[in-house]
């Protein structure tokens, strides 16, 4: 199997982002609001639908999950939608459905029931908005130009996830308020968004209808991006709750918050060496960071919690844009849709790590080894990656033999 390699230019991160056209500057602008909004709300929904709706925490985590699979799994509509009428046209779509997710946690104060309302409102919206803003952030770049941009994509993400639940905190004892912030924020951004100029479509860009939506696959970036969200929620998901008593609450939030700011900086100062990198490369880079992450976990300190919150977050660095980078380069559909794709492999991907690593962290936890549930994962992020690879090119290799390759 032939895995691909591209040149790019060097330069620094700085005359990268000098070179960002107003529109893409824009984008990342937005892209960085949205997330600082919905992770100023999000770590406190749980408490939320448990205070207004009386809901067990398990009905919370129902309701919530399935939340989640609105969020990742609407992208492929999304995208379709994305193709047929256009990045600006649905991002301005989206902000609308936000504006109005966000009136609905206001209203829900009254009426309980908005709220959950509001909440799947929101997560249609952000199934809309994420494949439509990244697909138009490198709507027109040369092959050379897209690792600076997906990069610079992810960073001010990132740093909208590190921030918003900073913000959030100012609000834990007036949700309200925070709330009534967050429909004005959207409502702005709604206007600003309509002044976006509306992209030129490309005459050879291929639009499939929406039951081949997932024509054009790029099917190992896919499964990777699956495997590597499958690994990373272990430590998402988990490790807050191997966190108390062995480290101060205070200290694990900076962490974690240091966790994302790490991604935003490193991506953008690695984005053109991943860019040339041979996947198998990148694959062995990026999961040895996780298996040392997980590994260092099982100190139950400080210092090794620090050391494996910096681990994972270099190998997710590597990791993450490498697997959106292939995928751009392996398939022929739109941006918008291969960032749908890989948006639904990190839903299954994510899926699955509930399904799984919580019955194996419950049994752990049983048996009293509980930083055995580390040594476990690191094994996965070990072995998992070169069997996915074996099979990928066992099946690959009748096809080529049909096809006389």
Same mark, same amino acid.
């Given at each position: 199997?032939?895995?691909? =390699?591209?040149?790019?230019?060097?330069?620094?991160?700085?005359?990268?982002? =000098?070179?960002?056209?107003?529109?893409? %500057?824009?984008?990342?602008?937005?892209?960085?609001? /949205?997330n600082l909004i919905s992770f100023s709300v999000y770590p406190y929904l749980a408490v939320l639908l448990r205070d207004r709706m009386s809901l067990s925490m398990g009905q919370v985590g129902v309701v919530l999950g399935l939340a989640t699979f609105v969020q990742f799994a609407g992208g492929v509509p999304?995208? +379709?939608? +994305?193709? %047929?009428?256009?990045f600006q046209r649905c991002l301005l779509i989206s902000m609308v459905l936000q504006t109005l997710g966000s009136l609905g946690f206001v209203v829900g104060g009254a009426w309980p029931a908005v709220t959950i309302a509001a909440l799947f409102l929101r997560s249609a919206a952000t199934a809309l908005y994420s494949p439509s803003v990244r697909g138009y952030t490198v709507h027109g770049a040369s092959e050379t130009e897209r690792p600076r941009l997906v990069a610079a994509s992810y960073a001010t993400g990132n740093v909208g996830v590190a921030l918003g639940p900073v913000v959030g905190s100012l609000f834990i004892h007036e949700p309200g308020g925070m709330f009534v912030a967050a429909t004005v924020l959207h409502a702005l951004m709604t206007v600003g968004h309509v002044f976006l100029p509306r992209e030129s479509r490309d005459e050879h860009e291929v639009v499939e209808p929406l039951r081949r939506a997932l024509r054009g696959l790029a099917v190992l970036p896919f499964a990777v991006t699956a495997l590597t969200l499958y690994l990373h929620m272990h430590f998402y998901q988990y490790l807050s709750s191997y966190a108390e008593d062995r480290v101060p609450t205070?200290? *694990?939030?900076? &962490?974690?918050?240091?966790?994302?700011?790490?991604l935003a900086v490193l991506q953008p100062l690695i984005a053109d060496r991943i860019e040339q990198m041979r996947y198998t490369r990148a694959m062995a880079l990026g999961f040895g960071g996780l298996a040392v992450g997980m590994i260092a976990f099982t100190g139950g300190n400080e210092v090794a919690f620090a050391v494996g919150i910096l681990a994972i977050g270099a190998g997710n660095s590597v990791l993450l844009l490498k697997n959106v980078l292939e995928a751009l380069a392996r398939s022929k559909r739109s941006p918008a849709v291969v960032f749908s794709h890989q948006r639904l &492999?990190?839903?299954?991907g994510a899926f699955l790590s509930g399904l799984v690593g919580g019955g194996l962290y419950y049994q752990f936890e049983t048996a009293g080894q509980l930083p055995?549930?580390? /040594?476990? /994962?690191?094994?996965q992020c070990v072995l998992i990656p070169p069997a996915l690879l074996l099979v *990928?090119? %066992?099946?690959? %290799?009748?096809?080529?033999?049909?096809t006389g390759s």
């Amino acid at each position: 199997m032939t895995f691909t =390699r591209r040149g790019a230019p060097g330069g620094s991160v700085l005359s990268g982002v =000098r070179s960002f056209t107003g529109t893409q %500057r824009a984008l990342l602008g937005s892209g960085f609001l /949205v997330n600082l909004i919905s992770f100023s709300v999000y770590p406190y929904l749980a408490v939320l639908l448990r205070d207004r709706m009386s809901l067990s925490m398990g009905q919370v985590g129902v309701v919530l999950g399935l939340a989640t699979f609105v969020q990742f799994a609407g992208g492929v509509p999304g995208a +379709a939608l +994305a193709e %047929r009428i256009g990045f600006q046209r649905c991002l301005l779509i989206s902000m609308v459905l936000q504006t109005l997710g966000s009136l609905g946690f206001v209203v829900g104060g009254a009426w309980p029931a908005v709220t959950i309302a509001a909440l799947f409102l929101r997560s249609a919206a952000t199934a809309l908005y994420s494949p439509s803003v990244r697909g138009y952030t490198v709507h027109g770049a040369s092959e050379t130009e897209r690792p600076r941009l997906v990069a610079a994509s992810y960073a001010t993400g990132n740093v909208g996830v590190a921030l918003g639940p900073v913000v959030g905190s100012l609000f834990i004892h007036e949700p309200g308020g925070m709330f009534v912030a967050a429909t004005v924020l959207h409502a702005l951004m709604t206007v600003g968004h309509v002044f976006l100029p509306r992209e030129s479509r490309d005459e050879h860009e291929v639009v499939e209808p929406l039951r081949r939506a997932l024509r054009g696959l790029a099917v190992l970036p896919f499964a990777v991006t699956a495997l590597t969200l499958y690994l990373h929620m272990h430590f998402y998901q988990y490790l807050s709750s191997y966190a108390e008593d062995r480290v101060p609450t205070v200290f *694990y939030g900076a &962490a974690m918050m240091g966790y994302s700011l790490v991604l935003a900086v490193l991506q953008p100062l690695i984005a053109d060496r991943i860019e040339q990198m041979r996947y198998t490369r990148a694959m062995a880079l990026g999961f040895g960071g996780l298996a040392v992450g997980m590994i260092a976990f099982t100190g139950g300190n400080e210092v090794a919690f620090a050391v494996g919150i910096l681990a994972i977050g270099a190998g997710n660095s590597v990791l993450l844009l490498k697997n959106v980078l292939e995928a751009l380069a392996r398939s022929k559909r739109s941006p918008a849709v291969v960032f749908s794709h890989q948006r639904l &492999a990190e839903g299954i991907g994510a899926f699955l790590s509930g399904l799984v690593g919580g019955g194996l962290y419950y049994q752990f936890e049983t048996a009293g080894q509980l930083p055995g549930f580390w /040594v476990a /994962v690191a094994a996965q992020c070990v072995l998992i990656p070169p069997a996915l690879l074996l099979v *990928y090119r %066992r099946f690959r %290799r009748p096809q080529r033999e049909r096809t006389g390759s």
